[in-house]
């Protein structure tokens, strides 16, 4: 059973009925499900996962005022759950793990990943968030929002990205895809350099990763998870299996050549066909410029490509 499906059925089981027969009165008031940090809130959790903060729980968020009102409460009840369900219960935990689980604000809990009480406000907050951040506020289920306040901010975060903000991400990637791997790689194969190859390489394949993302309009799990996210993408899964080839052979110049150029090739055209740019050859350098001056604040559009 997954971390999610186990989540939803120790609170079908255990959480929903405490809180009806506790706290009743503010049933309404309560946000109940699994999101944020963990394999397990993106899907991607399986036997080895479980060597570490896997565990039966799930997360309840409220209001500032509501944690004050009777947040302790909540949280003494919660504490008194069963530790052990289906078999499963907290065996290890790792010395970096984040206690995830149990009760929390709706300000903390999206503080952690955006640095203030809900979805970030402005360009300048949008570009400073690494998309991981903003992957894992918003990956996992949530079982039920009765006021809908947190809903309502995870929606924010998910779809509503500035457009310039998008657009400043996604030149800045194609960027550095054309410098790591068109341009790069090959370089650092003549010199001799293979290690220095391999890293243009696996440089090359984070940018690209970030450009589908941003194709998309989806934000970019951590490194570990992002060609298993990239492969459950409407668009352009198909890459990530390219990348994991080039990763594999870091040292075949003539077919990782190619296939970079395939790659290339696949993303101009979207790029193209989604009005981002004007066919500007077969150099991604050219289209990230071309992206670039699409951005209508004048303060992003007239700065360095580069983030």
Known sequence: MKGLELARAYYETYGAPMLRQEFAPYLDRIAVGLCGHGSECFGFDDEVSRDHDFEPGFCLWLTAEDEREFGFKLFRAYSKLPKEFMGVKVEK????????????????????????????????????????????????????????????IRQQILSGMPEDVRLKKLASALFYAAQYGQYNYARCMAHGERTAAACALAEFAKAVCEVVFLLNRAHMPYYKWMYRAMRGLPRHAEIADALELLLAAPYDEKENTACIERIAEALERTLVEDGLSADAGDYLEGYAYSVKNHIADPNLRNSDVMI
């Open 93 to 152: 935990k790792s010395m970096f793990g984040a206690d995830s689980r149990g009760v929390h604000t709706i300000p903390d809990f999206y503080r952690r990943y955006t640095g203030s009480d809900g979805a970030p406000t402005s360009n300048a907050q949008w570009l400073a968030i690494p998309s991981f951040y903003l992957a894992e506020a918003t990956n996992g289920e949530v079982f039920c929002d009765p006021l809908g306040e947190f809903s309502r």
